[in-house]
């Protein structure tokens, strides 16, 4: 079992940045990969960004250049980096995590962020 607890989320006005933390617990012994998933309202969960263990990383397009996803797999912690924010960035935030390739995809309660001036 994976615990993932994100952190981070508020208000934050276009242009801004904003870091959002993630805190992976529980009985495992590492983590495939951690990344990122945004649900905006009336809309379905999206890919924002994943980083593997090995460092591969994946970026929806309407992130790209703009937000970083970075891991320190040391310590199972890891966080999105959110730069030149937009009010089409307004969504939940979701902290995901996988023990491996194949596994169960293991969810946080995810933290809203709202971009707004």
């Known amino acids: 079992q994976v615990q993932l607890v994100e952190s981070g989320g508020g208000l934050v006005q276009p242009g801004g940045s904003l870091r959002l933390p993630c805190a992976a617990s529980?009985?495992?012994?590492?983590?495939?990969?951690m990344g990122w998933y945004r649900q905006a309202p009336g809309k379905q969960r999206d890919l924002v960004a994943t980083?593997?263990?090995?460092?591969?990383?994946n970026y929806a397009d309407s992130v790209q250049d703009r937000f970083t996803i970075p891991r320190d797999s040391a310590k199972n912690t890891g966080a999105l980096q959110m730069n030149s924010v937009k009010p089409e960035d307004t969504a939940v935030y979701y902290c995901?995590?996988?023990?491996?390739?194949?596994?169960?995809?293991?969810w946080g309660k995810g933290t809203l962020v709202t971009v707004s001036s």
């Open positions: 529980g009985s495992f012994s590492g983590l495939y990969s």
């Open positions: 980083i593997t263990s090995g460092g591969t990383t």
């Open positions: 995901n995590a996988r023990t491996s390739y194949y596994g169960m995809p293991y």
